[in-house]
Structures are given as structure tokens and as C-alpha cells.
């Protein structure tokens, strides 16, 4: 089993900033992949980006490209959203996602955290 603890989320103001953090903690040698999704009220969860763990390759959502930024810091099993240039259409709540497969950019994940809420103000 794997455990995710997400951190970070606020309330900030449109073309602002915010880190997102997301600490893992179990069996976490077995993921491939930890990532983010997100949700906004009345709309489905969405994928946001994904970090692979051994290749170091990143991917995207279209909506975001160019505006975060997700990384990691292996020594602490913890990946980070870098989040820039924030929208009110960001406005969800944002959840750490990790997964044995590399499946994340297809929506789906074998471990979810929590969700932390960030909101955007216009």
C-alpha cells in the first residue's frame, strides 16, 4: 500500500502562485508514475501532470502547459505542482495521484490522496 499526503493548496489571486506538495509514504518503490488530477464543482476529475519516475519524463495537460510545473525530490518520495499564472478556472480541488503502471495520463491510478482545495480569485 502506498499513502499520499497533499499540502499546499490556498486561496490566491488571479496571476498568482502556488506549490502544491505531495509526500508518499508505504511501498513506494513499486510506482512508475505519481501525478495530479483535479476537480472542479460539477465537472469530472480530470488529469493536470504526471512525473515518471525512473525515465524523469513529465506530461501535461494542455490546459496547463507553460503555467506549472511538476517535479520531484526522490530522496523524500515527493513530487510537487508548481503552479504559475493562476486562473479561476483552476479553481478544484487537487489531488495526488500514484501508480504502478504509468497510467495517470489516461485518468487512472492506483493510489489517490486526499485532495487539497485551491481557489482562484478573480
Known amino acids: 500500500q502506498v499513502q499520499l499526503v497533499e499540502s499546499g493548496g490556498g486561496l490566491v489571486q488571479t496571476g498568482g502562485s502556488l506549490r502544491l506538495s505531495c509526500a508518499a509514504s508505504g511501498r513506494t518503490s513499486i510506482n512508475i508514475a505519481m501525478g495530479w488530477f483535479r476537480q472542479a464543482p460539477g465537472k469530472e476529475r480530470e488529469f493536470v501532470a504526471a512525473h515518471f519516475w525512473n525515465s524523469g519524463y513529465t506530461r501535461y495537460a494542455d490546459s496547463v502547459k507553460g503555467r506549472f510545473t511538476i517535479s520531484r525530490d526522490s530522496a523524500k518520495n515527493t513530487v510537487y505542482l508548481q503552479m504559475n499564472s493562476l486562473k479561476p478556472e483552476d479553481t478544484a480541488v487537487y489531488y495526488c495521484?500514484?501508480?504502478?503502471?504509468?497510467?495517470?495520463?489516461?485518468?487512472?491510478?492506483?493510489?489517490w490522496g486526499q485532495g487539497t482545495q485551491v481557489t482562484v480569485s478573480s
Open positions: 495521484a500514484a501508480d504502478r503502471a504509468g497510467r495517470l495520463p489516461y485518468g487512472l491510478s492506483d493510489y
